[in-house]
């Protein structure tokens, strides 16, 4: 499979629904930046920023998150126990259909 | 570095990161000389100050370099080209003298003054990750306090720290002798910093020097005109408000624009937009390098803005000496006045 399909709630509800390669190491920060929804990845994703923080909707199971991303959740804003960095999430073909919201900034 | 100094030279290279280091030795073979202002107290940028131990893979002819040993060379390379530093100075506001040259200003008041301005700044300028609480710009600098900056400020007082990191610990451990009160409010249960400190805390906590509040979070702040309260809600339990002098918020270090933002120059998404033939603003002799520009095509990668560094110099030579024939020169041909050839 070379693309899956990911939806993004955007910070005003909209759902997009997005075609998302699985053979370009690319992050959902960085499918979110491709598509020009507002997500920053000031930090280039090195989980050093928070801005492309997201919550997890559907009952994906995801890679279990580093000390570098629990680190920088515990000092990020609007934390819930769904909380995620887009930077830390490798598109993969186990997450077709995965669905994500953007935190508020 | 001294208050008030006043520092003259042909470029001011705003930013330490990779990209203002290199700039310096890009001018230094045009023999133009370089004056460096930077908000953290090191040269670097993010790569000391954020990941010295991470490896780069993508500067070329290096397979792989430590971020902090990246600065390190650079810092080497251009040393024979003896640039200036102003350290720990955040360049606040830009102005144009009556000579055509600029002055920049820094935070403590030390004056830049240059034909050619090169803004490297990166990401921006580091600054304190406020949190989301509706009225707080109402009480900083009137109870609220984002840096302990002189610890004597705290003396006897009553004070809210929040956070869960090292440096939320760290503080608590230093104020709990000095505070009259100290209450250290958590969002979890647990808390990631060293465990050396959080054992210290909770020895604190445990022999009641010290209170903390885990699983809830500041969520209002009351006063008038100074605070007086906090108001505290825990995950479960509701909330409550605690009488306080001081709440200290201590949520790490975010990059921001910062003043450069402010200065006029063409701004889009956080980034200063540049002409790539040159890599200049919209205003003659400012120029853009690194990842704090913008254009059609940009990638934020340091080896791109090596490349932005070099053409600016070629740029900026002419502003520096309008009259002047700018011949290019190999560095394998020439040399390098003060490194030796290994």
Known sequence: MDNIKVTIVDREGKEHELDAPTDMGMSIMELCKAYELPVEGTCGGMALCASCHVYLLSDHILPEQSDDELAMLDSAFFVKPNSRLGCQIKLKDELDGLKLELAPV | ?342
């Open chain 2, 1 to 342: 570095m001294g208050q008030n100094k006043t520092i003259e030279t042909d470029i001011i290279i705003i930013g330490a990161g990779p990209v203002g280091l290199f700039a310096v030795f890009e001018a230094g073979l045009l023999k133009l000389k370089c004056h460096i202002v930077d908000v953290l107290p090191q040269a670097g940028g993010q790569l000391s100050e954020i990941y010295p131990k991470k490896p780069i893979y993508d500067i070329p002819g290096y397979p792989s370099v430590l971020a902090g040993d990246l600065i390190a060379n650079l810092l080497e390379q251009i040393a024979p080209f003896e640039p200036g530093f102003t350290l720990g100075e955040r360049a606040e506001s830009l102005e144009k003298q009556s000579d055509g040259r600029w002055i920049v200003t820094t935070g403590r008041g030390s004056k830049l003054i240059a034909p050619v301005i090169f803004i490297a700044g990166g990401l921006g300028s580091f600054e304190p990750r406020k949190p989301p609480i509706p009225n707080i710009a109402e009480f900083e600098e009137h109870g609220v306090e984002y840096f302990v900056r002189n610890p004597e400020l705290f003396r006897d007082k009553r004070l809210v720290i929040a956070g869960g990191g090292d440096s939320a610990l760290d503080w608590s451990i230093y104020l709990s002798d000095i505070a009259k009160e100290l209450t250290l409010i958590h969002r979890r249960t647990e808390f990631r910093g060293a465990l050396d400190s959080v054992e210290k805390v909770q020895h604190l906590a445990d022999s009641n020097k010290i209170k903390v509040m885990t699983n809830s979070q500041v969520t209002g702040l009351l006063g008038n005109g100074k605070l007086e309260a906090v108001e505290v809600q825990h995950d479960t339990e509701g909330a409550q408000n605690l009488e306080v002098d001081y709440f200290i918020p201590l949520f790490g270090l975010t990059p921001k624009l910062g003043p450069i933002g402010d200065w006029g120059l063409g701004v889009s998404n956080n980034a200063v937009e540049v002409n790539t033939f040159d890599y200049s603003t919209n205003t003659p002799g400012i120029y853009a390098i690194g990842d704090i520009n913008t254009y059609p095509g940009k990638l934020k990668l340091i080896l791109c803005g090596f490349h932005e560094a070099t053409l600016a110099c070629q740029s900026a030579f002419k502003i520096v000496h309008p009259d002047k024939k700018l011949s290019f020169k190999y560095t394998t041909v020439t040399g390098i006045e003060g490194i030796q050839a290994t």
